[in-house]
């Protein structure tokens, strides 16, 4: 090879070799940078595996073992890094019983990627954590890592479960719940809502509150709520609404604001009370005590009242027996009209106490044809001129045993039903008839007793009932009337005296076309006495007997004395109950008879009857009042065998009272007598 041929292969040569020396050159610049690169992408994983706020855990995929842990996870399981690392996942506390323990592992290594949304970890010092666990799998220098990302939602998930709890208290809670934007417009309401206005969720959804309104309250009211929670504030206050069918109802309304972080208003939230019934409540209980005041100073008033007219009744009757008919019959004839006038002022006082309900329940036997009859003028009065009365009684009716004043209650309150079902004129009858119902006939219409019965019917042709109302009638408190207008007490009233009867009480109605009460009492099947057959009959007259009368009325007192003592009677008299007791102390003879007041300051009359029956074991006891007051009375009704005269009373209603009363100690006397009558003939024989 010549020098020229050789020296230019050397030279290609050292082209080609410095060509490669700057090539490998480049690539050891290339794999500094990259290594650059990489330390630098390495040092960034670092830095994020450290600060991660998830707890990150690094396994040996074919082992099993932690190879790392960043420092978040360490604190969260309260692990040393030294105890963690090097150790296998099941040997360790916070996952030995949970999805990443031994037998799990396969399905970590199995698959790329496992999520469990809710796992429960305990740390090492015993905290019961809740986490989201996530795993991968990579392949790191040609080997398998396992990477186990792991969250605290424990917080999350106590919020979560509190969102769910407030979300079913507010489903299940009493009041509605109405949330709207910050424009007013409705976003949800809760199912008492619905309920309370009849609207469904889907119907109000994205509506203005407004298609609740009821035209109650004005634009100044809607204004002023409005302006009150936009400024930010708090409303609270009572409206009335209107639900979808029309009906309108009261609510007590709270709205409140609700804020995001920032401050601004949002949405608002309103918790609605329905309050329609606590109203209508309150209202029948104000009438119900507005009812019992006037019944309380209607009773005074009668009570009072009878005191009086028993004075005007005796004196009249005392100046009647001085007078003689046929030479001043004028005067006679005044007296007898005072007499009159001041027997059927015993009806008024009569007609109040029914009203007051403090009436004395003393069932007699009676024509109850004859009891109606004597109530028309006062039921024509009640139910008012535009309405027309008529009478329909059946003959030979059978006759009852009851309190004739209980046939004013009914008569009275079944009436003024009839009245208000009226609206303008109208006509209201009353009849009277006998029934008798057998077994087969009560099976065919319930309600009906087996038995014979008197019927009294009150029937209108008003406005009638529908049958919601007509099966709630006799309900205490129920009224179909407006608020004021009523207490629906006087319908249970009825029912209540017809049962208290042994009877029972039907309704039949339709609306339109009017309404009929039928009231079924017993028929009395004993012996009738006419009450009537008495008057005119002489007063029986003392045997000598001492009666103690006790009254705190003085005028009535003395009117007491003078007609006992007209009849015959030894009287001695008493202003309370306090000298009544003094005088039967020091009295040396028998008192055989009292005569007290029922209602006296300081001891009623039945502890003044005890106390003095201690002192004297055989006296007899009349009471007598204006009004029981449930002093004497038993659930309504007068105790057996005690004997009454109700005020006010006449000579001879307290002549034959007092000698019914004394009757038997009379007969007991008589006897003895005869007995000591029959000794003496035997002895003189």
């Known amino acids: 090879m010549s020098e020229t041929n050789a020296g230019a292969h050397i030279f290609q040569a050292n082209i080609e070799l410095s060509s490669k020396i700057a090539h490998l050159e480049k690539a050891l610049q290339e794999k500094e940078r990259i290594d650059e690169v990489l330390l630098d992408s390495e040092k960034r994983y670092r830095r994020l595996f450290e600060s991660a706020k998830d707890g ?41 019983d949970i999805a990443a323990s031994k037998d799990a592992f396969q399905t970590l290594q199995d698959n790329e990627y496992i999520r469990y949304e809710d796992l ?3 740390t090492q010092s015993g905290r019961v954590i809740a986490v989201e666990f996530v795993s991968n799998v990579y392949l790191v220098d040609h080997s398998k890592v396992i990477q186990c990302n792991i969250r605290d939602i424990t917080a999350h998930k106590r919020a979560k479960a509190e969102r769910k709890q407030l979300v079913a208290a507010i489903e299940q809670v009493g009041e509605g719940i109405v949330m709207t934007d910050a424009q007013g417009i409705i976003q949800f309401v809760n199912p008492a809502f619905k309920r309370m206005t009849g609207y469904r969720g889907n119907e109000v959804v994205g509506q203005n509150p407004r298609i609740l309104k009821s035209g109650e309250q004005d634009g100044h009211f809607y204004r002023n709520l409005w302006d009150t929670i936009s400024a930010g504030k708090n409303w609270a206050g009572r409206i009335v609404n209107k639900r979808k069918d029309g009906t309108l109802y009261t609510e007590e309304t709270t709205i409140s604001p609700v804020r995001d972080a920032s401050g601004r208003i949002v949405n608002y939230v309103a918790v609605q009370r329905d309050i329609t019934e606590q109203l209508r409540l309150a209202a029948q209980f104000q009438q119900a005590q507005k009812m019992e005041a006037i019944g309380l100073l209607a009773g005074g008033v009668a009570h009072d009242y009878n005191n009086m007219l028993t004075v005007i009744l005796g004196y009249a009757e005392l100046a009647l027996r001085k007078v003689d008919q046929d030479q001043d019959p004028s005067v006679h004839a005044d007296l007898e009209e005072i007499i009159k006038a001041a027997k059927r002022s015993t009806d008024i006082t009569r007609q109040l106490l029914t009203f007051a309900r403090k009436q004395s329940i003393v069932p007699v036997v009676f024509d109850l044809n004859q009891a109606v009859e004597s109530t028309l003028k006062m039921l024509s009065r009640l139910i008012g ?31 003024v039903n009839a009245r208000d079902a009226i609206a303008d004129v109208g006509k209201v009858t009353i009849e009277t008839g006998n029934a008798v119902f057998d077994e087969a006939y009560c099976a065919d219409h319930p309600g009906f007793v087996v038995g014979e019965y008197v019927l009294l019917a009150v029937s209108d042709d008003g406005c009638g009932m529908d049958k919601a109302t007509l099966d709630k009638i006799f309900e205490p408190f129920f009224t179909s009337k407006e608020v004021g207008q009523g207490t629906g007490l006087g319908l249970s009233m009825v029912y209540g005296i017809v049962k208290q009867n042994s009877g029972f009480i039907n309704a039949y109605s339709e609306p339109g076309k009017g309404t009929t009460f039928r009231v079924y009492l017993p028929r009395y099947m004993g012996q009738v006495v006419d009450p009537l057959q008495k008057k005119g009959a002489e007063s029986p007259l003392s045997h000598g007997e001492t009666v103690l009368v006790v009254e705190d009325e003085p005028a009535l007192l003395k009117m007491s004395k003078m007609m006992l003592e007209k009849l015959g009677y030894r009287v001695l008299t008493a202003g309370t109950p306090g000298e009544a007791i003094g005088l039967a102390e020091e009295f040396a003879g028998q008192i055989h008879l009292l005569l007290t007041d029922v209602v006296m300051p300081g001891m009623n009359g039945r502890d003044l009857a005890e106390r003095l029956q201690a002192l004297c074991p055989n006296m007899k006891i009349v009471f007598m009042s204006g009004y029981t007051a449930n002093v004497i009375a038993c659930r309504g009704v007068l105790d057996e065998g005690v004997n009454f005269l109700e005020k006010p009373f006449s000579m001879n209603n307290l002549a034959v009272k007092v000698a019914e009363t004394l009757d038997g100690n009379r007969k007991k006397n008589d006897l003895a007598l005869s007995k000591q009558r029959k000794n003496m003939e035997i002895y003189s024989s």
Do not use: H, R
Not at 59 to 83: C, H, I, M, R
Not at 391 to 399: C, E, F, I, R
């Open 56 to 96: 990150i855990l690094i396994l040996d995929a074919d082992t099993g073992k932690v190879v790392d842990a960043n420092p978040f996870l360490l604190q969260l399981l309260d692990y040393s890094y030294e105890a963690l690392c090097g150790k296998y996942i099941w040997e360790l506390g916070a996952f030995k």
């Open 120 to 122: 429960p970890l305990e």
């Open 385 to 415: 001129e535009d309405i027309d009365l008529v009478w329909v009684p059946q003959a030979g009716l059978g006759p009852v045993k009851m309190d004739p004043g209980q046939i004013d209650q009914i008569l009275a309150n079944l009436c």
